[in-house]
């Protein structure tokens, strides 16, 4: 893999990107400080570049009972679970930067279960460990854990559907060796 190749396999980015593809990578650069890898690896086909960014946007940014730190911390457990080096890097990153504790992020990374965490996040990721690790062992019993904590049953919805996008992402991650960007590694500590 070359030193500046998103991943391990050789699907370079359309060039030139289209000019709105251009400009998100722009306002990535200016908020972000660099274009994330990942970005840059979905850039060999716009198509696809767009269904991911779009999905990715919708699960954790738009509205939803669950904070953007929780989504995070979602996708930080199950990264965990499937050891995906990229999204461990990147967003336990998030995880420091949104919660302001540096720590939280490392033994997120390491072992969510270490963390001090409240009784809504321990249940959110337990569910999203579990769904992981033997989703076809999941019923009510799991739907009723979070429904005690406090969880409406849109927010079961949302927390399954952001485990279950990690679990894909990190799958395709880990085939295409995916690199981190070296910038997520100093980023909040």
């Known amino acids: 893999m070359k030193d500046d190749a998103p991943t391990a396999l050789d699907l370079p980015m359309v060039d030139p990107l289209p000019p709105e593809t251009q400009k998100y990578f722009d306002i990535c650069q200016d908020k972000l400080g660099m274009v994330p890898n990942v970005l840059r690896a979905y850039a060999f086909d ?21 904070s953007k730190l929780e989504r995070e911390m979602i996708a930080v457990a199950v ?28 033994q997120m990374v390491m072992n969510w ?36 904590v406090g969880f409406t ?3 079961i919805w949302d927390i399954a559907s952001v485990a279950g996008f990690f679990n894909m992402t990190n799958r395709v991650a880990s085939a295409s060796e995916m690199a981190p960007n070296p910038e997520y590694h100093a980023q909040a500590r």
């Open 46 to 66: 716009i198509d696809k570049l767009n269904a991911f960014t779009a999905l990715y946007n919708d699960l954790m940014l738009a509205d939803s009972g669950l």
């Open 79 to 106: 990264s965990s679970v499937n050891k995906c080096y990229y999204c461990l890097v990147a967003h336990g990153a998030a995880v420091r930067q949104l919660s302001g504790d540096p720590a939280l992020g490392e």
């Open 113 to 148: 279960r270490v963390a001090k965490l409240d009784a809504r996040q321990t249940a959110m990721l337990a569910f999203a460990t579990k769904l992981t690790e033997t989703p076809h062992l999941m019923g009510e019993t799991d739907r009723k854990g979070l429904r005690d």
């Open 153 to 155: 049953d849109r927010d």
